[in-house]
């Protein structure tokens, strides 16, 4: 267990040790009970954490809102829209100004080729940690509550399989920071990880590089594939869910064009009769229904989406505690 990581920054897990991840698990997990039985927990008494959206939130905002209350301290909820950032505010002055006023700046920003490099520049200038509740490359928080999952519904990942699969969406373009958080993160804990997409919805080949070097220092296996129904064989989690052609196009238009051509890349029952009989299927939400995942799916024995869900809070008080007390 590592205990030095009073004002760390969680922009990526990737400049997390397993260590120090190990110990946001535990931590997560002893939050987690302590929650269940009714035992007060307020570690960030007095504390407040700003957290600033550029783009709308269900999950995100109200799971380290409620976080931030059950830790004894304040979530601050600004949207950009309501602060002077259109009006010449640069991401300095955020960082030098949010961080001598609270404990902690949360910052959601997906703007393609200028979220994470906002946040790394706030970072830059802040006293106090910065915590990414998701850019166009990462979303950490999201993935460390995935992982809490995985381990209490499968125990040991080592030499488990998780299908990490792209799925048709039409309500938007959504950010590809989940999958390639995903194959970041499962890498590291030795699971063989098969990243499935259609040639069009690549990832950042950096974050490939990455993924595919953790998997070798950690003895487990990362392959990339383009059949969603071969990606399903004996897998043991199914992760499957849209992202947009970014890498391909960033032209709205063109980029749902390309969407189209993949309309039958639905989870459905079909296709979770082909993983392992006790497989569980995931997804962050929000989902389209019925063209993302059937009903049957999402809504079936097998779907964990919920406490998936419920793991961001205990997940992100973790790491809250971790690093701005
Ligand atoms: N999964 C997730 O980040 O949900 P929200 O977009 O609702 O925050």
Known sequence: MQTNLRGRDMITTQEWTREEIDTVMDVAMDLKRSRALGLPHAYLRDKVLAMLFFFSSTRTRSSFEAGMAQLGGHGMFLAHESTQISHGDTA???????GRYNDGIAIRHC????GTQYLRWVAEASRSPVLNMQCETYHPFQILADLMTIKEKKGDLKGKTISVSWAYAASYQKPMSVPQS??????????NVRLVHPPEFQLMPHIVEQAAE?????????????DFDAGMKDSDVIYAKSWGAMNTTTDNAEGAAIIDKYKDWITDERRMAMANEDAIYMHPLPADRNVEVTDGVIDGPQSVVFDQAENRLHAQKAVMALTMN
């Open 92 to 98: 300095k002055e955020i960082g030098e100004i949010l």
């Open 111 to 114: 703007d393609w080729g200028i």
């Open 182 to 191: 995903l194959i970041l993160l499962m890498t590291r804990y030795g699971m």
């Open 214 to 226: 953790n998997a070798r220092k950690h003895h487990g296996s990362f392959e990339i594939m383009d």
